[in-house]
């Protein structure tokens, strides 16, 4: 789905961990390819060329993260999902 392996990490292990994709599309100019999924992040992911962001936007999404390089992001819904 993404160019950066780091995003196809975390969308991977969100899956795993039961949350869904909402919505694909795309925000330009800053991300060429948006994922957003239903739930919030289930936790934080670290990785070199991934940025985390709050955006706590209720027009937008919770959290995001976006690869420096690809123009790639990938963002969370406000929903709680316990599991």
Known sequence: MFKSEE???ILS???ALGNEVK???SW?????VLVILQ???SKRYQ???VEFRQVNDGHYWLAEYSS???NEC???GFLQKYR
Do not use: D, H, W
């Not at 330009?28 to 060429?32: D, S, T, V």
């Open 68 to 70: 420096k390089s690809k």
């Open 74 to 76: 990938l963002a969370c």
């Open 39 to 41: 739930n919030r992040f």
């Open 7 to 9: 995003l196809n990490k």
């Open 28 to 32: 330009l100019p800053k991300c060429n």
């Open 13 to 15: 292990e969100e899956i």
């Open 23 to 25: 919505e694909q599309t």
């Open 47 to 49: 990785f070199e060329n």
